[in-house]
């Protein structure tokens, strides 16, 4: 959205102040203010013709006013109000209203002209009196025709004008009336046509008595309110002046308290190359064909689902092992978490990584379908330098199923193993996950915790949702740990999906305390702290992490625009990739572009191949590329892998995804 042209106010040493926003109808929030530096702010206005008055219902939010707009604002404390308040009068008095006058030139109603030079000029060249008279009759109905536009103009230009004083006088007299009071009021006035609506970030004008009464319908009805933070959403690299670009998530630690500048700029900018991605899924080939869950389910309450086979209706066209690596969408986190603790500040190192724990779940809100099954020996790459890192998975083991990672980022690798124990109990699936994932930093600090249960509810009848709940610890091998906490969803509970923790350092004392929404945001605040969920707004409360938007183009698998790269096919990646990745998976492929009826026969296929892996692992089957710390332990990675895509060579790595009856597939051969 363009910015509105206009004077430009430069407002120094500004407070930060939210933006307030109605979700009942707004799709798509565009932000309206650039800050250029931290201490300078640059607002568009047409400020000649602008008003503003504080809320009395809120001491914290104030109305700008346009002929034909309303910004709502609301700001951290009542003080900065004040200093908003004061710095838009002073500023108003740079620029002050000058009523149009009443002297302006318009053109003449009636013009005339005379053909004497013309006359005479012809004459002098010997033209015939008749001629004369002729051209001169051109002449005159020439210029009466533009005479008469002229006049239309004049007209329309009147109108204009007599437009522009109704405005002038609706914003001069309730100003001049209101400044010594510190009040700020608009006239009523009947401008309303420019369309934003009602609840939109810039709703059209509307007189002081609506708005109030829009405020009180807030008071009542506050969980339809949006807050967007100018510090969340706006960093001094972020913007350069005229430019209305999209931020990049990497960059959003406006909200931080850094301790030294120096942190900033190094942790805002990684310098990773941007890489062009696909935004959406291919168009569906097939009409897809409903299936009821009931009918598939209902035979195996209280069993391990991941032993069911299901129709591929029912998955989404990514597997589990890709399913690991959009844990790591918010990748970033790890990134800043290692250089504040290469600045010396281990809280906020510790600080992110809880974050980052709890990022991992805003992927899953919305999502009902459920990823592919690897085979045995499948394998997965994602070489991101846009995110700086690169990752690999395999599934090393198929009873019980335990899929391995790991990946490598700045100044940081992360590895785990993970089992997910599901069970039916009629309405409800209940998945627990089994296993570690572990976090170590270049310069030897570790971090480990474990998921917590999942729960999808209203299998049969309801709309069907899904629930992260349990503790959550975060043990650091150093100076802090974290505990959080997953709140359970109860039946009528009007703000679902909250975390709530402590970190603690060695002594166990609460040093920080941490609260959002997984599906949302997190924040935090120093000290011990008894925080509500809306506690957000607070001016102490700090952003960590936010939930990137998800796509415009949204499908039924309701995948981000994050997961919608994960199986991508791009440009010469396929001759790279080993003959074990899920990219060439022929029935995950098939679901992807939409045709359905092959990719069910090619899932039938590929199930037989898959009731050989018992075996296999009982006649010495070994994953390629990773293994087992001890009888019990964790699962981790060998190397080798990047070294033989760069070589391009595979030959341990056998066909997984061919025929059966093919004879091309060793039960030993990854071995």
């Given amino acids: 959205m363009a910015l509105t042209c206009g004077h430009v106010m430069h407002l120094s040493a500004f407070p930060s102040f939210t933006l307030l926003t109605r979700v009942k109808s707004l799709k798509k929030i565009t932000p309206i203010w650039k800050l250029e530096s931290s201490s300078n702010l640059h607002w568009f206005c047409p400020s000649k013709i602008s008003s503003f008055r504080e809320s009395k219902s809120d001491d914290r939010r104030f109305y700008i006013f346009t002929a034909t707009k309303t910004l709502h604002l609301r700001t951290d404390s009542r003080k900065d109000r004040v200093a908003w308040i004061q710095a838009l009068v002073s500023t108003r008095e740079l620029y002050p209203l000058r009523p149009l006058s009443d002297h302006l030139s318009l053109a003449p109603n009636h013009i005339s002209v005379s053909t004497e030079r013309l006359k005479k000029r012809l004459l002098e060249e010997g033209s015939s009196e008749s001629l004369v008279k002729e051209c001169e009759q051109i002449m005159f109905a020439e210029f009466s025709e533009l005479q008469e536009q002229l006049h239309i103009l004049c007209q329309e230009r009147r109108n204009l004008l007599d437009t522009i004083r109704q405005l002038e006088a609706a914003n001069i007299e309730p100003e001049a009336s209101a400044l010594h009071d510190s009040e700020y009021q608009l006239t009523k006035n009947g401008f309303s046509s420019l369309g934003h609506g009602k609840y939109s970030e810039c709703s059209t004008t509307e007189s002081s008595d609506d708005i109030e009464k829009q405020e009180m319908e807030e008071v009542s009805d506050e969980d339809e309110i949006s807050y967007y933070d100018t510090k969340e959403y706006f960093t001094e690299l972020s913007f350069r002046c005229g430019s209305t670009g999209a931020l990049d998530p990497m960059s959003r630690s406006g909200s931080i308290d850094l301790e030294n500048s120096h942190v900033r700029e190094t942790v805002n900018d990684f310098g990773y190359p941007q890489i062009a991605r696909r935004k959406k899924l291919p168009d569906p080939v097939e009409k897809e064909k409903g299936v009821s869950l009931w009918s598939i389910i209902k035979d195996n309450v209280g069993k391990d689902l991941t032993r069911v086979c299901l129709p591929v209706y029912f998955n989404e066209p990514i597997s589990s092992l890709q399913k690991c690596f959009e844990d790591l969408e918010y990748s970033f986190l790890l990134d800043r978490a290692y250089e504040y603790g290469k600045a010396g500040n281990g809280l906020l190192r510790a600080l992110h990584v809880a974050a ?316």
């Fill in 356 to 671: 980052f724990a709890v990022s991992g779940y805003a992927s899953s809100e919305g999502r009902h379908c459920k990823p592919f099954n690897p085979l045995l020996g499948e394998t997965y790459e994602a070489d991101y330098p846009d995110k700086g890192v690169r990752f690999f998975s395999e599934k090393v083991s198929h009873h019980p199923t335990v899929v391995a990672c790991h990946c490598q980022g700045r100044g940081w690798k992360f590895w785990a193993d993970s089992n997910i124990r599901s069970k039916f109990w009629g309405r409800s699936i209940q998945l627990d996950p089994v296993g570690v994932l572990t976090l170590e930093f270049d310069d030897g600090e570790i971090f480990q915790w474990s998921k917590v249960t999942t729960t999808i509810y209203n299998l049969i009848l309801g709309k069907i949702y899904c629930d992260h709940h349990g503790n959550m610890d975060i043990r650091g091998n150093r100076q802090y740990s974290c505990r959080l906490k997953f709140k359970e969803q109860a039946i009528l509970d009007r703000n679902p999906h909250q975390v709530h923790g402590f970190v603690e350092d060695v002594t166990g004392k609460k040093v920080a305390t941490l609260f959002g929404k997984w599906d949302d945001s997190m924040y935090y605040v120093n000290g011990e702290a008894n925080v509500k969920p809306k506690d957000s707004t607070l001016s102490e409360a700090n952003l960590l992490w936010k939930r990137t938007k998800p796509p415009s183009n949204l499908t039924r698998y309701n995948l981000t625009s994050f997961a919608i790269t994960l199986n991508e096919l791009t440009p010469g990646l396929k001759e790279k990739l080993p003959p074990t990745d899920s990219r060439l998976r022929p029935d995950q492929r098939h679901l992807e572009d939409g045709e359905y009826e092959k990719a069910n026969i090619e899932k039938q296929r590929l199930e037989k191949r898959q009731r050989m892996s018992r075996k296999m692992q009982e006649n010495g089957w070994q994953p390629r590329w990773f293994r087992r710390e001890g009888e019990n332990g964790t699962f981790r990675y060998i190397g080798g892998y990047w070294e033989a895509r760069a070589l391009g060579r595979w030959n341990e790595c056998p066909n997984i995804f061919g025929d059966v009856y093919e004879g091309n597939f060793d039960p030993l051969g990854a071995s």
